[in-house]
């Protein structure tokens, strides 16, 4: 009886570690978005808003690192000042976002950088476990772009930006949501990928595209965004493509080795 009991309690408390992130396997997950210049939309419609993906359970990726030794931050940034200091202490650190030499999309995003017909919004790589569906957190992303009088290419929080710039309000414009949305990463026989993405066109209604001769919108579309909401079974280092008229998501993920 007690052999079959201290058998129990071992298996319980196996499973119990090989549960927690230390003992899964550690992934890389990349992602690009990118919009398309002159979409053609195939005569689809969005005439409504189809709601935000949900950001409850989401998690922000971790872009800096308190030093404890030296009570100062390390902010990840450029990528190659600061990977000496992250390499031994952050290596096991859930959703810490990738320094720039570990980016394996480097190529792709040269290819959209220079053709007309798209444009990258953002590029960015972090570190996680592979857990379980009742585990995994969804990793939360979005991008603003300024639009208006070039104050400033990006911001993190548009509304702080007025407090940030000295400038009258009529002279500062707030920066346009480009998109907003989640990764989730999960692991069981399978890797699988959930993506939901909210992505916020510029494009001419079909009211206004009458207003202007030279205006000829290829699309026709109501709704102040659209969504791109996708699950799919995915492979170690193969390149997926989510793919919406108007934009896409491209993602990889490659098995991540802890030394």
């Known amino acids: 009886m007690k052999l079959k009991y201290c058998r129990n309690v071992f298996f319980g408390l196996s499973a119990l570690l090989f549960m927690?992130?230390?003992y899964a396997a550690w992934y890389q997950v990349e992602v690009i978005v990118f919009?398309?210049?002159s979409p053609d939309s195939d005569g689809e419609l969005w005439d409504e808003n189809p709601g935000l993906p949900d950001r409850s359970d989401s998690i922000e990726l971790i872009t800096e690192l308190a030093d404890n030794d030296e009570d100062t931050t390390v902010k990840n940034t450029s990528g190659d000042a600061i990977q000496d200091k992250l390499s031994s202490k952050a290596e096991l650190i859930p959703f810490l976002q990738s320094t720039n030499d570990?980016?394996?999309?480097d190529g792709v995003q040269r290819v959209l950088e220079l053709s007309r017909d798209y444009r990258p919004l953002l590029h960015v790589a972090?570190?996680?476990p592979g857990l379980t569906a009742n585990n995994a957190r969804s990793v939360h992303l979005q991008k603003f772009v300024e639009t208006g009088n070039s104050v400033a290419d990006e911001v993190e929080d548009p509304s702080a930006l007025k407090q940030k710039l000295v400038l009258p309000d009529d002279e500062v414009q707030v920066p346009d949501l480009a998109f907003d949305g989640t990764i989730r990463l999960r692991s069981s026989s399978f890797l699988h990928v959930d993506?939901?993405?909210a992505y916020f066109p510029k494009f001419l209604s079909k009211e206004s595209a009458s207003d202007s001769e030279d205006s000829s919108p290829s699309i026709q579309q109501q709704a102040d965004y659209v969504r791109?909401?996708?699950s799919r079974k995915i492979r170690l280092n193969e390149i997926n493509y989510f793919d919406h008229p108007l934009f896409g998501v491209i993602l990889r993920v490659s098995r991540l080795n802890i030394n």
């Open 20 to 22: 927690s992130p230390a």
């Open 228 to 230: 791109l909401q996708e």
């Open 102 to 105: 570990k980016l394996r999309l």
């Open 35 to 37: 919009e398309y210049v």
């Open 126 to 128: 972090w570190q996680q």
């Open 195 to 197: 993506g939901d993405v």
